[in-house]
């Protein structure tokens, strides 16, 4: 399996809305409602922020939203903060109790 | 509160097995809901899944790597390994432990993470 595809980098100013794709196949996004996002900030540990699509974990800000169509899922942020200014990560259940993450997107709070 | 607790040497040799323990506190590694997984990240790159592992020991591993991977369980221990055989200098990332929720294969809860190189 290869690495779901990401936007090396996205840029937005505060309170604007922006939203990374990731995309991958037939064999896994396109099948399984299973994609997963994580808010990386360098040297923190990674935060789980979406799971099955669309879901928040608890304490997860609402400004954060998923959604998918056919082979690529999607994570809005709406209102940008100084603070989202991280990287993310997709990740998709491939079946056979195999992931796969995406190649990270680098977004900038202008 | 649950913890993951990464330990293991920061430094290994070209060709060695690299061994790293994941210890769990605050919950029990036997919990059925979860599995338990490795993740690494190369300097300057993304996030790759190593493995994961059940308490019962069932491992599954990435494709890339599956020849070179062992995982153990120890449950009086509460604890999880990674074992990485024959390692080269792309071998070289920071290595993190996580628990992964079953029912919607999310690595809900991570360790800090730790460096390890590989370099002779």
């Known amino acids: 399996q290869s690495a779901l595809t990401q936007p090396a980098s996205v840029s937005g100013s505060p309170g604007q809305s922006i939203t990374i794709s990731c995309t991958g196949t037939?064999?896994?996004?396109?099948?399984?409602?299973?994609v997963s996002w994580y808010q990386h900030h360098p040297g923190k540990a990674p935060k789980l922020i979406i799971y099955?699509?669309?879901k928040r974990p608890s304490g997860v800000s609402d400004h954060f939203s998923g959604s998918k169509s056919g082979n690529t899922a999607s994570l809005t942020i709406s209102g940008l903060q100084t603070e989202d200014e991280a990287n993310y990560y997709c990740?998709?259940?491939?079946?056979?109790?195999?992931?796969?993450f995406g190649g990270g997107t680098k977004l900038t709070v202008l | 509160q649950l913890q993951l607790q990464e330990s293991g040497p920061g430094l290994v040799k070209p060709s060695e097995t690299l061994s790293l323990t994941c210890a769990v506190s605050?919950?029990?590694?036997?919990?059925?809901?979860?599995?338990w997984g490795w993740i690494r990240q190369p300097p300057g790159k993304g996030l790759e899944w190593i493995a994961t592992?059940?308490?019962?020991?069932?491992?599954h591993s990435n494709p890339s790597l599956k020849s070179r991977v062992t995982m153990s369980v120890d449950t009086s221990k509460n604890q999880f390994s990674l074992k990485l055989s024959s390692v080269t200098a792309a071998d070289t990332a920071v290595y993190s432990c996580?628990?992964?929720?079953?029912?919607?294969?999310?690595?809900?809860?991570w360790g800090q993470g730790t460096m390890v190189t590989v370099s002779s």
């Open positions: 996580a628990r992964l929720f079953g029912e919607s294969w999310a690595f809900d809860i």
């Open positions: 605050g919950g029990s590694i036997s919990n059925y809901r979860y599995y």
């Open positions: 037939s064999s896994d996004i396109g099948t399984y409602n299973l």
């Open positions: 592992i059940y308490y019962s020991g069932s491992t």
């Open positions: 990740c998709s259940y491939a079946g056979s109790n195999i992931v796969i």
């Open positions: 099955e699509v669309t």
